[in-house]
């Protein structure tokens, strides 16, 4: 069964620091790999996806991820973080539906 | 309107009785995706809609648990006999039915069984 498994519950970074959030996967073919962004109160924000061909995507708000076949991973990153970006992070794989499966989420801090 | 409505905002119900949960998707799309959000569980898929038709529904939690969608827009998650387990947030999403469409999501019912 297909299944997301995002290892860090919790990240806090300061601000202006590098971010990596990580995702694995498991799915048998081509995944479609999504990362969607909550805010306190806001609905869930789709940041970037992958579905083929280049395997590092770029995604609004300065975020990247690169989608790595062998490691069955889907890291999130931004160079320079911002206060605003505090947030929780869900990553999702797309379901058979055309549903999204999610991972549990990483919630992000931000020391100023 | 530009995105996915949904209502109530927020319900307080007792247990035993029955709600409804109400999504307006986005105007044009196709395909709505009803899912819950909740402490223990995290997000959760429940069902699909392409059009008025629902081919699966087994990711429902229960059979206490109904959702129909009527005109290709309007669906409705009912919820008979509540239960405290119910309690979370339900969410909506819509998208133009691909499965590369993107899926907007809606603000969510916030739904607490006392």
């Known amino acids: 069964a297909q299944s997301v498994t995002q290892p860090d519950i919790h990240i806090t970074v300061s601000e202006g620091a590098s971010l990596e959030l990580r995702c694995n996967y498991s799915?048998?073919?081509?995944?479609?790999l999504f990362w969607y962004v909550q805010s306190p109160g806001q609905g869930l924000q789709l940041l970037l996806k992958?579905?083929?061909?280049?395997?590092l995507v770029q995604g609004i708000k300065g975020f990247e991820a690169e989608f790595k076949r062998s490691q069955s991973s889907f890291n999130l990153r931004k160079p320079s973080v911002h206060w605003s970006d505090a947030a929780e992070y869900f990553c999702?794989?797309?379901?058979?539906?055309?549903?999204?499966?999610f991972g549990k989420g990483t919630k992000l801090s931000v020391k100023p | 309107g530009a995105g996915v409505s949904q209502s109530p905002s927020n319900k307080v119900t007792e247990k035993g009785k029955d709600v409804e949960l109400r999504c307006d998707p986005i105007?044009?799309?196709?395909?709505l995706y009803w899912y819950r959000q909740s402490l223990g569980q995290g997000l959760e898929f429940l069902i699909y809609?392409?059009?008025?038709?629902?081919?699966?529904k087994s990711g429902l939690p229960s059979d206490r648990f109904s959702a129909e969608r009527t005109g290709g827009s309007v669906s409705t998650l009912t919820i008979q006999r509540t239960q405290q387990e119910d309690s979370a947030v339900y969410l909506c999403?819509?998208?133009?039915?691909?499965?590369?469409?993107?899926?907007?999501f809606g603000p969510g019912t916030r739904l607490t069984v006392t």
């Open positions: 999403a819509s998208s133009s039915g691909t499965r590369l469409g993107e899926q907007y």
């Open positions: 992958y579905f083929s061909g280049d395997t």
């Open positions: 809609f392409q059009g008025n038709s629902a081919p699966d």
């Open positions: 999702a794989v797309g379901g058979s539906q055309g549903n999204l499966i």
């Open positions: 105007s044009g799309h196709t395909a």
């Open positions: 799915y048998g073919a081509t995944p479609y």
